[in-house]
């Protein structure tokens, strides 16, 4: 029985070595085109630093270290180049000032892996590009990730990878990145809009360093001459006195922020330029009316020659002079005019040619472009196909600093457009297609696929579309015979709603659904409020013919609002107007909707021209659709002069009480009437005043932007056929106005009688 054991021993220990041998063996082999980071909760490997590594390093090594311990279960030790262990297998982080600042490295040597940047900056980089490329982490929103997890944590031999961005600072104006700077990290974008800017002094300064309210009232001539009037909107670029305060100013705010690097000398928001004499003078030589602009700037950077003096080619002053900016000159180039249904190098040619035009001057410019649309976040705004060609022609023009002004608040598929901008911003060349299938499928998971048949969808019928101009200040209702038709919303709802069905199993996902939902509810309740259709529409008659709110309307609008305030999401424009605004207002909508009204489809007879919207129809005035927040839906526009309008009952009816609104948008000269008439007759001829109703709302400084007022009279019972309607305007935008000295509008929507 012994000699029996003895030979079963001798043979187990014999396959033993046999095994050991081909675990070797295997081992070796597989380590010639594997890099086996852990199995099984076991790692040889070890995180090495440099020698006195900086606090920045050591964070970066410990954002490497927490992400493989998420993945593997294992955390690595981190230890610095004279502590490593000889045993062990090294990933190494460090910053190699051989390469330039930006440029990172990955590479694999026997069984380590070395990531090298040239600066800290760029080394925290390289191990989230790591982290991602190699590994496959995914970061959707500062609260989704998808981060894989593995009992072996394998990687393919050779790693090499080299690569530097053209693009170097890097803005999404979104608040998932300057609310969360460790998700701006990880797509390598700023955390803050103006890095490196003084605070206080980031665009649009001249009112701040030369306030019209310490000195127009004795130094107008600090100010811009419009034709024989000064008028505080922008400065006077020739005159001494301005350049030496803008100076001191300047000076002064350095000081303030002696770690800041930028200031921004540069034109008010308007194009209302000094005229004077001088100014023109050297605006006709320059050939544009960046003349007077680069050279005062040039001026004041002269004094400043280790900073940057940072200025605007923006609307008037977009076009380049002939004189060179100063080497410490930033050019922020602005494409705020243009149309976003297309690439701007197909709809834009003029900017694309300013920007060309700059290049050949200086090297220092900053882009500064528009994604959203301001007036409407969160309206379908079908531009994301012009990103990443925009993207590129900035690239190709060798800008370094790209500015993408979103809506920094939520708006249509925000998750997504400040994901898609972070990573084009990086890499201008990854395939578009596979960003948006990356999203979609990570984020929404198998509703991704329907948003996808959205976002398909709306840009396709834009496209098909080759007038349409969508403008950053557009609106909804412009594309209600175009890619909001009604036939076309009702496909969008179709979409969301299998794209909620599809992920019925994960509240939270439906809960990214419903956000992503908003954009089409919102044209659905605006093509309501027009009374497209009567599917679309604010009120429905029952069976008894009375009228009642639209069911669809009160379904769309509260689970518009819920799922807005549940989302922390409260803003519609960039002008403040609220969501619990839109929605009070919305509200009352429905309510005016639902008033008997007398006027309701008679005919109207201006005897005041209106300009431009609504058709210039007169029966805007009396058609039943209700006009929203924003002058293109429904508002009857009169710029400069008065409305006059007579509605005609088309019989004597007995009325004791009439009522119309009006729109104020304050920064686009769209003002209350200052005060509103009603008049009545029987014959046409003669008119009898039945009241006046002041603007209980005048207009000041602190004026509310957006905002709509109803101009309500109540008198006792009468009979009439004719009401007349003067609405006064106030002609001119008061002198503090960025547009002073141009004509104001008044915008009127529905007349009620009864």
Same mark, same amino acid.
């Given at each position: 029985?012994?000699?029996?054991?003895?030979?079963?021993?001798?043979?187990?220990?014999?396959?033993? &070595?046999?095994?050991?041998?081909?675990?070797?063996?295997?081992?070796?082999?597989?380590?010639?085109?594997?890099?086996?980071?852990?199995?099984?909760?076991?790692?040889?490997?070890?995180?090495?630093?440099?020698?006195?590594?900086?606090?920045?390093?050591?964070?970066?090594?410990?954002?490497?270290?927490?992400?493989?311990?998420?993945?593997?279960?294992?955390?690595?030790?981190?230890?610095?180049?004279?502590?490593?262990?000889?045993?062990?297998?090294?990933?190494?982080?460090?910053?190699?000032?051989?390469?330039?600042?930006?440029?990172?490295?990955?590479?694999? /040597?026997?069984?380590?892996?070395?990531?090298?940047?040239?600066?800290?900056?760029?080394?925290?980089?390289?191990?989230?590009?790591?982290?991602?490329?190699?590994?496959?982490?995914?970061?959707?929103?500062?609260?989704?990730?998808?981060?894989?997890?593995?009992?072996?944590?394998?990687?393919?031999?050779?790693?090499?990878?080299?690569?530097?961005?053209?693009?170097?600072?890097?803005?999404?104006?979104?608040?998932?990145?300057?609310?969360?700077?460790?998700?701006?990290?990880?797509?390598?974008?700023?955390?803050?809009?103006?890095?490196?800017?003084?605070?206080?002094?980031?665009?649009?300064?001249?009112?701040?360093?030369?306030?019209?309210?310490?000195?127009?009232?004795?130094?107008?001539?600090?100010?811009?001459? $419009?034709?024989?009037?000064?008028?505080?909107?922008?400065?006077?670029?020739?005159?001494?006195?301005?350049?030496?305060?803008?100076?001191?100013?300047?000076?002064?705010?350095?000081?303030?922020?002696?770690?800041?690097?930028?200031?921004?000398?540069?034109?008010?928001?308007?194009?209302?330029?000094?005229?004077?004499?001088?100014?023109?003078?050297?605006?006709?030589?320059?050939?544009?009316?960046?003349?007077?602009?680069?050279?005062? /700037?040039?001026?004041?950077?002269?004094?400043?020659?280790?900073?940057?003096?940072?200025?605007?080619?923006?609307?008037?002053?977009?076009?380049?002079?002939?004189?060179?900016?100063?080497?410490?000159?930033?050019?922020?180039?602005?494409?705020?005019?243009?149309?976003?249904?297309?690439?701007?190098?197909?709809?834009?040619?003029?900017?694309?040619?300013?920007?060309?035009?700059?290049?050949?001057?200086?090297?220092?410019?900053?882009?500064?472009?528009?994604?959203?649309?301001?007036?409407?976040?969160?309206?379908?705004?079908?531009?994301?196909?012009?990103?990443?060609?925009?993207?590129?022609?900035?690239?190709?023009?060798?800008?370094?600093?790209?500015?993408?002004?979103?809506?920094?608040?939520?708006?249509?598929?925000?998750?997504? $457009?400040?994901?898609?901008?972070?990573?084009?911003?990086?890499?201008?060349?990854?395939?578009?297609?596979?960003?948006?299938?990356?999203?979609?499928?990570?984020?929404?998971?198998?509703?991704?696929?329907?948003?996808?048949?959205?976002?398909?969808?709306?840009?396709?019928?834009?496209?098909?579309?080759?007038?349409?101009?969508?403008?950053?200040?557009?609106?909804?209702?412009?594309?209600?015979?175009?890619?909001?038709?009604?036939?076309?919303?009702?496909?969008?709802?179709?979409?969301?709603?299998?794209?909620?069905?599809?992920?019925?199993?994960?509240?939270? +996902?439906?809960?990214?659904?419903?956000?992503?939902?908003?954009?089409?509810?919102?044209?659905?309740?605006?093509?309501?409020?027009?009374?497209?259709?009567?599917?679309?529409?604010?009120?429905?008659?029952?069976?008894?013919?009375?009228?009642?709110?639209?069911?669809?309307?009160?379904?769309?609008?509260?689970?518009?609002?819920?799922?807005?305030?549940?989302?922390?999401?409260?803003?519609?424009?960039?002008?403040?107007?609220?969501?619990?605004?839109?929605?009070?207002?919305?509200?009352?909508?429905?309510? &005016?909707?639902?008033?008997?009204?007398?006027?309701?489809?008679?005919? &109207?007879?201006?005897?005041?021209?209106?300009?431009?919207?609504?058709?210039?129809?007169?029966?805007?005035?009396?058609?039943?659709?209700?006009?929203?927040?924003?002058?293109?839906?429904?508002?009857?526009?009169?710029?400069?002069?008065?409305?006059?309008?007579? +509605?005609?009952?088309?019989?004597?009816?007995?009325?004791?009480? +009439?009522?119309?609104?009006?729109?104020? &948008?304050?920064?686009?000269?769209?003002?209350?009437?200052?005060?509103?008439?009603?008049?009545?007759?029987?014959?046409?001829?003669?008119?009898?005043?039945?009241?006046?109703?002041?603007?209980?709302?005048?207009?000041?400084?602190?004026?509310?932007?957006?905002?709509?007022?109803?101009?309500?009279?109540?008198?006792?019972?009468?009979?009439?056929?004719?009401?007349?309607?003067?609405?006064?305007?106030?002609?001119?935008?008061?002198?503090?106005?960025?547009?002073?000295?141009?004509?104001?509008?008044?915008?009127?929507?529905? +007349?009620?009688?009864?």
């Amino acid at each position: 029985m012994y000699n029996l054991i003895r030979k079963k021993e001798n043979l187990i220990s014999y396959w033993h &070595v046999v095994i050991g041998i081909f675990f070797i063996v295997s081992s070796s082999s597989c380590s010639d085109d594997k890099l086996v980071i852990a199995e099984k909760g076991v790692s040889n490997y070890e995180i090495v630093l440099s020698d006195n590594s900086s606090l920045q390093d050591n964070e970066t090594a410990i954002t490497l270290q927490n992400y493989l311990e998420k993945i593997s279960n294992i955390k690595l030790p981190i230890v610095e180049e004279n502590n490593k262990d000889s045993s062990k297998n090294r990933i190494i982080l460090q910053t190699d000032t051989t390469l330039q600042l930006n440029r990172i490295k990955m590479v694999s /040597v026997d069984q380590d892996i070395i990531i090298s940047a040239g600066s800290e900056e760029a080394l925290n980089n390289a191990v989230y590009e790591f982290l991602e490329v190699y590994l496959g982490c995914k970061w959707y929103s500062p609260d989704v990730e998808d981060v894989p997890t593995k009992d072996l944590l394998v990687i393919d031999k050779p790693i090499s990878y080299n690569y530097e961005p053209v693009i170097t600072t890097r803005t999404v104006h979104s608040r998932l990145f300057y609310d969360n700077p460790n998700f701006a990290e990880k797509h390598k974008v700023t955390n803050v809009s103006f890095p490196h800017y003084v605070p206080s002094a980031r665009v649009h300064t001249f009112h701040k360093f030369i306030p019209e309210e310490l000195f127009f009232k004795d130094h107008p001539e600090y100010f811009a001459l $419009r034709g024989d009037k000064r008028t505080p909107t922008q400065l006077c670029l020739t005159n001494e006195t301005v350049l030496e305060i803008v100076r001191d100013s300047v000076a002064s705010l350095f000081q303030q922020y002696p770690n800041a690097q930028v200031i921004s000398v540069s034109q008010d928001d308007n194009t209302q330029y000094c005229e004077c004499e001088n100014c023109s003078l050297i605006d006709k030589e320059e050939n544009s009316h960046s003349g007077t602009m680069i050279h005062f /700037v040039n001026n004041v950077a002269n004094s400043f020659p280790d900073k940057t003096i940072s200025t605007l080619a923006y609307q008037h002053t977009r076009k380049p002079p002939k004189v060179k900016p100063a080497k410490n000159v930033l050019i922020t180039l602005c494409s705020i005019e243009c149309d976003r249904s297309a690439p701007i190098e197909e709809k834009c040619t003029d900017f694309a040619e300013d920007l060309i035009g700059w290049g050949k001057l200086t090297d220092n410019i900053r882009i500064w472009d528009y994604t959203t649309q301001f007036t409407n976040f969160l309206a379908p705004f079908p531009n994301l196909l012009t990103i990443q060609p925009n993207i590129k022609f900035f690239r190709d023009q060798h800008t370094k600093w790209i500015f993408e002004q979103h809506s920094n608040n939520p708006s249509e598929l925000f998750e997504l $457009r400040s994901y898609v901008m972070a990573k084009l911003l990086w890499d201008p060349d990854q395939d578009f297609n596979d960003l948006i299938i990356e999203f979609t499928d990570g984020y929404y998971k198998e509703a991704g696929v329907y948003i996808r048949n959205y976002i398909d969808l709306v840009h396709e019928k834009l496209a098909e579309d080759q007038d349409f101009f969508l403008f950053l200040y557009g609106d909804p209702s412009q594309a209600f015979d175009s890619y909001l038709n009604v036939e076309l919303l009702e496909e969008y709802n179709t979409f969301f709603n299998k794209a909620e069905r599809a992920v019925s199993y994960d509240p939270e +996902i439906v809960v990214r659904v419903q956000v992503a939902r908003l954009s089409t509810d919102y044209a659905i309740l605006e093509a309501c409020r027009k009374g497209l259709t009567e599917r679309f529409s604010l009120v429905k008659k029952d069976d008894q013919g009375n009228t009642n709110a639209n069911p669809l309307v009160k379904d769309k609008l509260e689970s518009f609002y819920t799922t807005s305030k549940n989302k922390n999401i409260t803003l519609m424009n960039e002008m403040g107007f609220t969501v619990e605004e839109y929605y009070n207002s919305f509200n009352k909508a429905l309510t &005016v909707a639902n008033l008997p009204n007398k006027a309701k489809g008679k005919k &109207v007879t201006l005897l005041s021209k209106p300009k431009k919207y609504a058709n210039e129809d007169p029966q805007t005035l009396t058609d039943g659709a209700l006009g929203g927040n924003g002058f293109y839906a429904n508002w009857l526009g009169f710029e400069g002069n008065n409305l006059e309008a007579v +509605i005609d009952l088309e019989a004597n009816e007995a009325i004791s009480s +009439i009522s119309m609104a009006f729109l104020k &948008v304050t920064n686009h000269v769209v003002f209350y009437p200052l005060e509103v008439t009603y008049y009545y007759s029987n014959d046409n001829n003669n008119f009898i005043k039945l009241g006046t109703i002041k603007n209980k709302d005048p207009l000041t400084k602190k004026t509310k932007v957006n905002e709509i007022q109803y101009f309500d009279l109540e008198f006792s019972e009468i009979e009439a056929r004719y009401i007349k309607v003067i609405a006064v305007n106030m002609k001119d935008a008061p002198y503090w106005h960025h547009a002073s000295g141009l004509p104001s509008w008044i915008f009127a929507d529905e +007349i009620i009688i009864d």
